[in-house]
């Protein structure tokens, strides 16, 4: 489902013809990818290949959410002008806002439809874009952070932390079952 998802993603801006090439490539790395998630499961650990795709979300996710911000500010600059700067098929100066600008990378631009060299794929899975301005870049820092502290908190709350010197009340009945446990493991032995 999530390589339609993609290659529907990637295909919307390009002609008919390069869909069955997308589906192909989007079929055959499909493949590899589940061969890859059968062959190396036996030596691995459900936790383990858990953490990895986890990670690997969050980090499509982060990528979104830093791309929708950038969108955002794109559409006021686009109403500031009156004309859909879009339009104009560049992607130099006078194609995006200077103001509150990073960076503009004159390569890897994933919107340009002839010299693109696959940013597009970046584009579409990472929120990758050759134009970063502070609110996308603030914005994906802010995304790790409240990841970071959700993470925290789960794992407070679950008992595998103190936070701020305080135990919650998971981790009291953690603590107390271990030291049952050791004074029984004391007595018998």
């Known amino acids: 489902m999530e390589a339609v998802v993609f290659v529907g ?7 008919a013809t390069s869909i069955p090439l997308a589906a192909i490539v989007g079929l ?45 500010q794109e559409n006021a600059f686009n109403h500031l002008l009156g004309v859909d700067v879009d339009d104009t098929g560049g992607d130099g100066p006078g194609s995006f806002n200077v103001r509150g600008n990073v960076w503009h990378l004159d390569c890897c631009n994933p919107e340009n439809n002839f010299d693109n060299s ?14 970063a301005t502070i609110g996308s870049i603030l914005s994906y820092v802010f995304y790790w952070i409240a990841v970071m502290c959700s993470l925290i908190y789960l794992k407070f ?4 932390t103190m936070l701020l010197g305080r135990e919650s009340a998971a981790g009291k009945r ?7 446990k050791a004074i029984a493991e004391e007595a018998s032995g």
Do not use: D, H
């Not at 061969?35 to 190396?40: T, V």
């Open 28 to 72: 055959i790395c499909g493949l590899v990818c589940g061969y890859l998630i059968y062959a190396f499961a036996s030596r691995t650990t459900l936790t383990i290949f858990m953490v990895v795709m986890t990670n690997f979300i969050l980090l499509i996710g982060a990528g979104l959410f830093s791309k929708a911000v950038w969108a955002f």
């Open 157 to 160: 709350k679950e008992g595998r």
């Open 9 to 15: 993603g990637v295909s919307l801006g390009q002609p």
């Open 174 to 180: 953690r603590r107390e079952r271990a030291e049952i």
């Open 118 to 131: 696959g940013w597009t794929m970046f584009s579409a899975i990472f929120g990758w874009t050759n134009s």
